[in-house]
């Protein structure tokens, strides 16, 4: 059973900075590719960006060159460094896995509980 967990999140003002984390419980070519996602109040789920077991990466245009997503195979753990943080980045971030390269797209089959991210103006 792979597990996902997500911890990071936090309020901060716009222009702020934070780091999220995604703990995988397996490391196996199920999880092989993973995303960072988020959720709005009131919109759909929207793929932020995803990174392949070969450091391959995918970003939203919203955050490109503010965003940047890595991952430490030793210590089946994901990242996502986020800089210049916008009140329109507020939102519930979840990470997945799933051994398809679905990019940006939201069909991974395993997926975290969420962590709130805040930023205000």
């Known amino acids: 059973q792979v597990q996902l967990v997500e911890s990071g999140g936090d309020s901060v003002q716009s222009g702020g900075s934070l780091r999220l984390s995604c703990a995988a419980s397996?490391?196996?070519?199920?999880?092989?590719?993973k995303g960072w996602f988020r959720q709005a109040p009131g919109k759909e789920r929207e793929g932020v960006a995803t990174?392949?077991?070969?450091?391959?990466?995918g970003y939203a245009d919203s955050v490109k060159g503010r965003f940047t997503i890595s991952q430490d195979n030793a210590k089946n753990t994901l990242y996502l460094q986020m800089n210049s943080l916008k009140p329109e980045d507020t939102a519930v971030y979840y990470c997945?896995?799933?051994?398809?390269?679905?990019?940006?797209?939201?069909?991974?089959?395993?997926w975290g509980q969420g962590t709130q991210v805040t930023v205000s103006s």
């Open positions: 397996v490391d196996t070519y199920s999880t092989s590719i």
């Open positions: 990174i392949g077991s070969d450091g391959r990466t």
């Open positions: 997945a896995a799933d051994r398809v390269w679905w990019l940006l797209q939201s069909h991974y089959r395993y």
